[in-house]
């Protein structure tokens, strides 16, 4: 079969499934024109506001399915030896082909005169399948926007942003073997922007809808707040106090010990035994050194997405009720910690820049002789001096964060316990007369 036969086979059926309007079917069986209803959209949010949380749910999981689907199959059929793909399509070029056109399909359903949804739970469903990665950033950033403000489509723009954005940060994502999956994604980005732009119009005049503030949403975010707190701390306090010191301690304990097992032998160019620089316990330090390395970039990534998911809960409560001032206090020690946790990273990456050259100095003096000594030493005590200072403003931020997030954990004694009002109880309110409508009534 040639390229085009495959590649046109594939775009066909995707487009097909993607197409299946599952929103206006759900509202249908359930005696409504989702299309005379709320935005008349046929996407899971306005199905949701509509007839319910239970069926918004739905629509999204069946709108994400038929996303995922076409591009699983896709690339499952194009990495097997069944269809023999010709050399010039590969199995991703053919995976990103049936998630655009599941996409489009949704966007421009032919079963209802191409009018369809916008794109965000069919464009996760291929995203998820074609970029996981990235697909966790955009779910990361919707939650956050989502929990902060209460506006879906807001969320959904940001989530896109995001996805874009992580795309272009990775490395050289326009060589050949990149490409096209770069690309996916800036036209998938675009596409749901263009879909949003009667909510941009409304976000900016303040008439966008919000989600009501309703008892499973106070619940969700206080879920989220609590878990993205306890795991920053948690993982705060198990990499300082246990991962770090344990390491450290372990192996220059091994390195000076006098009969060392087999998987640590002694190196003749750590056999120097100085007051100052110790050879063998050195050969320990950069052993656990080069092991803990690696964890600072997991590390600082575990505590930038608790301190992002953590802080757009509490300003979400801040906002909606902006007469309880433990929220506001609770607001500004979490964005403390965040930016402490963002110059941290910096800190890092100052102190990893001076971990080579404390290093090299260290080596030159332990293979030095005895005419080169005094002056190889001076040069390393310099270097370490320096790399000391570095590190310990490092370990100071950290526990500055430390201190932060185990104030706004003891906070969490005082949670939300009620909803807040104002625009909160508008939507409450339009989404009430909605239901009570009289093509609803009998329903």
Request: hydrophobic share 50%; glycine share 10%.
């Amino acid at each position: 079969m040639t390229a085009a036969a495959v590649l046109g086979l594939t775009i066909l059926a995707s487009y097909l499934i993607g197409a299946i309007p599952f929103g206006y079917l759900i509202a249908r069986w359930r005696g409504v024109d989702i299309l005379r209803h709320g935005s008349g959209n046929i996407g899971a949010t306005n199905v949701g506001r509509v007839l319910g949380r239970r069926f918004g749910i739905l629509v999204f999981l069946l709108d994400f399915a038929k996303g995922a689907g076409p591009a699983a199959a896709a690339l499952a059929l194009g990495r097997g030896p069944w269809l023999g793909l010709p050399s010039s399509l590969s199995a991703d070029d053919l995976g990103v082909a049936a998630g655009l056109a599941a996409f489009l399909g949704h966007l421009f359903p032919v079963y209802l005169r191409f009018h369809g949804g916008k794109g965000v739970a069919t464009g996760a469903g291929v995203i998820a399948v074609l970029l996981p990665g990235p697909a966790l950033t955009a779910l990361l950033t919707w939650v956050a926007i989502a929990c902060a403000t209460r506006y879906v489509s807001l969320a959904s723009l940001a989530a896109v942003l995001a996805l874009a954005l992580f795309r272009l940060w990775t490395p050289e994502p326009f060589a050949d073997e990149n490409r096209t999956l770069t690309v996916f994604c800036l036209i998938a980005a675009g596409l749901v922007a263009l879909r949003h732009r009667a909510n941009i119009t409304r976000l900016f005049r303040g008439t966008e809808n919000r989600i009501p503030d309703s008892p499973a949403m106070l619940t969700f975010t206080k879920v989220i707040h609590l878990f993205a707190v306890g795991l920053w701390f948690g993982a705060a306090v198990f990499f300082t106090f246990v991962v770090g010191l344990s390491l450290f301690r372990s192996f220059e304990a091994v390195g000076t010990q006098p009969d060392r097992p087999a998987w640590f032998p002694p190196s003749m160019d750590f056999a120097m035994d100085d007051p100052d620089i110790t050879g063998p316990k050195e050969q320990g330090t950069r052993a656990a050194g080069f092991a803990v390395t690696p964890m600072f970039a997991w590390y600082f990534l575990i505590q930038g997405v608790c301190g992002l998911l953590a802080v757009a809960t509490a300003l979400g409560w801040s906002w909606s009720q902006p007469h309880d001032g433990v929220h506001r206090i609770r607001s500004m020690l979490l964005l403390i910690a965040l930016a402490t946790v963002l110059a941290g990273w910096a800190l890092e990456r100052k102190v990893d820049s001076l971990r080579q050259p404390r290093n090299q100095a260290v080596d030159a003096f332990l293979r030095s002789t005895p005419s080169q000594a005094e002056a190889a030493k001076a040069a390393a005590l310099s270097a370490k001096s320096t790399f000391g200072t570095w590190h310990g403003f490092s370990l100071l931020l950290n526990f500055v964060t430390l201190a932060l997030v185990a104030v706004t954990l003891a906070l969490a004694a005082h949670l939300p316990s009620h909803s807040g009002d104002g625009a909160v109880a508008d939507s409450q309110k339009a989404t009430s007369q909605v239901r009570s409508s009289p093509a609803l009534s009998d329903h």
